[in-house]
């Protein structure tokens, strides 16, 4: 995935969006990370552990609507 992300930016984006575009693109995977390692820390402290399957699942419902709302062609 990372090796396609530059090489998708520089064909499909606008000149003016390229290096923001590439700059959001690089740092959400680092980021995600470690923003996932903080939330789950802090969920842990407060929560039970089963409460990290029951935040995911239900964060998943908005994306599988989405899914399921796409056209077929």
């Known amino acids: ?3 396609y992300q530059p090489v998708w ?3 499909f984006c606008k000149e003016s969006f390229k290096s ?3 700059t959001v693109n690089m740092l959400a995977a680092p980021l ?4 996932g390692y903080i ?3 802090i969920m842990n ?3 039970t552990w089963e409460w990290s399957f029951y935040i995911q699942g239900l ?3 908005p994306c599988f609507i ?3 709302m796409i056209p077929e062609k």
């Open 45 to 47: 402290k407060k929560l």
């Open 66 to 68: 989405f899914i399921l």
């Open 9 to 11: 930016t520089d064909t």
């Open 1 to 3: 995935m990372v090796v």
């Open 59 to 61: 964060s998943l419902v």
């Open 32 to 35: 995600g990370i470690v923003g």
């Open 39 to 41: 939330l789950t820390f």
């Open 20 to 22: 923001l575009a590439l």
